[in-house]
Nanobody, 124 residues
């Protein structure tokens, strides 16, 4: 069974840091695009960051709202993708989801496989 399992969420004060992990199982995801998205209450799911694979190196995209604060990375040996979140703000509060697809995209509707999500709450 192919699964994505997120972990690392929690409660943190503004200015703090968290590192989210997304562990993939059931197949190798080293050549897949992996994305992080988030959804706050009453809002649509939005793009956060994505990392794609190619022979010449990974391609990485960030949402403008997290650029310079968040870093996406992957450890293919562990079949895991990470989202390091620094300088967190209350507006970063959301459920964070990881997703996988064969093509790199910033659109959530283009990802086929999703994790269950992990809550991130940033207090002011």
């Amino acid at each position: 069974q192919v699964q994505l399992i997120e972990s690392g969420g929690g409660l943190v004060q503004a200015g703090g840091s968290l590192r989210l992990s997304c562990a993939a199982s059931g197949r190798t995801f080293s050549t897949f695009a992996m994305g992080w998205f988030r959804q706050a209450p009453g809002k649509e799911r939005e793009f956060v960051a994505a990392i794609g694979w190619s022979w010449i190196g990974d391609t990485i995209y960030y949402a403008d709202s997290v650029k310079g604060r968040f870093t996406i990375s992957r450890d293919n040996a562990k079949n895991t993708v990470y989202l390091q979140m620094n300088s967190l703000k209350p507006e970063d509060t959301a459920v964070y989801y990881c997703a996988a697809d064969s093509k790199l995209s910033m659109r959530p509707d283009e990802y086929d496989l999703w994790g269950q999500g992990t809550q991130v709450t940033v207090s002011s």
